[in-house]
């Protein structure tokens, strides 16, 4: 499931005690990386631990520069943010970690992560053009920050999706040929299925800043202005809101009452459409299966769209170069390089079900496609589809708190032009701060 993204904007007079490191850039051809160790932390556990432990041995077992990764377990998410934050202001860091967009905009505050620019457009251990096509677009250019001067400070292992989870036994039985493609037939479907009587509803609503974001690009539009900082006044934030509050206000809509309670509903047959990340697909299958129906037809899609063809949410972890020595730096940058080849990503969507970050990937998936078809479905759609990343801004963690807190205020009935009008000011009052 999505997972939170974090900052620590208190803590930003602590950040600025940089590594103090200056290192003398030199041709990369020039570094000898004989016994180079790198240690990366990593918040994988259980089977995706295994799995990668795994990768890890066969990597230093066959790299031809004699390169060692050292790769650790550092907690969760929050953890590891933790101990950057603790190891960047004493000078106790590693050298390769996983970092959500927002945390690694923090560390740079005290120009802690190595720009991968350089190491991504070097003629001999870089990407080349031919391979660049490979790379879904919308996942690299997650990782490159206006914010500091584009800057690319981090590399995709992996991506998932939001995406809207539909019954398509149901949707079959109200007359529908197939999930929603404009957010009028959405409506439609929502109201076909809404019955008080035996307890169904259309859709269970997610106050997660990242549905709202989805809804948002699905008009065109973003929280980001072009010229900096945010606008939750557009008319596709406005529009969202407003097809939101009257979706609720007629009763075809509720609020997820408990955690995960969008997925138990949609097992137990009570909700027809759910909005969520395709990270998710496995668990839902599972309970599906368990429903007390004993499973029925169900299928993920784009969310409904104005726009000419989907465009979606995408999201997840990257992981970031730490600034130490020249060799250290391109050994990281060359372990990433082969943990994004198409052999290495199908082996990572094997274990964990994350979207690849390169199309060709799917060559070598046919019998993980044909078992997993949903997985198959969703992929399809993504190769088919524009990707949109949420704002890589310090701060941000902030704006999303307030984004839900809006969401919820216009679904109780506060007036959508006001609400949106206080989080814009409120948002554009902390990218300020900020910057």
């Not at 860091?93 to 720009?115: C, E, I, M, R, W």
């Not at 079900?353 to 046919?366: H, I, Q």
Request: glycine share 8%; with cysteine; net charge neutral.
């Amino acid at each position: 499931m999505k997972t939170r993204i974090w900052c620590w904007m208190g803590l930003v007079p602590v950040l600025l005690l940089a590594l103090g490191t200056s290192l003398e850039a030199q041709p990369f051809d020039k570094l000898n990386l004989k016994g180079t160790v790198v240690t990366y932390w990593y918040q994988h556990s259980l089977a995706r631990e295994t799995a990668l432990q795994a990768m890890l041995t066969r990597f230093n077992a066959t790299n031809p520069w004699g390169i060692t990764v050292k790769g650790e377990y550092a907690g969760g998410y929050a953890d590891i943010a933790n101990k950057m934050i603790a190891g960047i202001a004493g000078g106790s860091t590693p050298d390769l970690v996983v970092a959500y967009q927002n945390n690694a905009a923090t560390y740079q505050l005290s120009d802690a992560l190595v720009d991968l620019n350089p190491y991504v457009n070097d003629p001999k251990f870089g990407v080349s053009a031919a391979e660049r096509q490979d790379y879904f677009e919308g996942f690299l250019a997650q990782d490159v920050y206006p914010q500091f001067a584009g800057a690319r400070l981090g590399w995709p292992p992996n991506r998932s999706v939001e995406v809207i989870y539909y019954n398509a036994d149901w949707l079959k039985a109200i007359g529908a040929s197939g999930p929603p493609k404009t957010w009028e037939e959405f409506y439609a479907d929502c109201k076909a299925a809404s019955d008080p009587g035996n307890g169904t509803y259309g859709y269970a609503v997610s106050l997660d800043a990242s549905s709202v974001f989805a809804q948002v690009i699905s008009r065109g539009g973003d929280f980001q202005a072009p010229q900096g900082g945010y606008n939750f006044t557009s008319k596709p934030v406005t529009d969202s809101m407003t097809f939101m509050q009257k979706l609720f206000k007629d009763g075809y809509a509720r609020k997820i009452g408990e955690q995960y309670g969008d997925q138990t509903d949609f097992a137990n047959g009570k909700v027809l459409f759910t909005m969520t990340s395709t990270s998710g697909m496995p668990f839902y299958d599972a309970a599906v299966q368990k429903g007390p129906a004993g499973g029925f037809r169900w299928g993920v899609a784009p969310l409904p769209r104005t726009t000419p063809q989907p465009v979606q949410n995408i999201f997840g972890a990257s992981v970031s170069v730490v600034k130490s020595t020249p060799e250290k730096q391109l050994a990281s940058w060359l372990f990433l390089r082969w943990m994004s080849e198409p052999a290495q990503q199908a082996e990572w969507v094997r274990v964990s079900n994350y979207f690849p970050v390169r199309k060709s990937t799917a060559d070598g998936l046919g019998d993980y496609l044909a078992k997993n078809p949903h997985f198959a479905e969703a992929f399809a759609q993504l190769r088919s589809s524009t990707q949109k990343a949420e704002p890589s801004i310090t701060g941000y963690d902030l704006v999303r708190d307030a984004v839900s807190t809006a969401f919820n205020q216009i679904l109780d009935g506060a007036a959508v032009g006001p609400t949106l009008a206080a989080l814009d000011a409120k948002a554009n009052r902390l990218y300020r701060q900020n910057h």
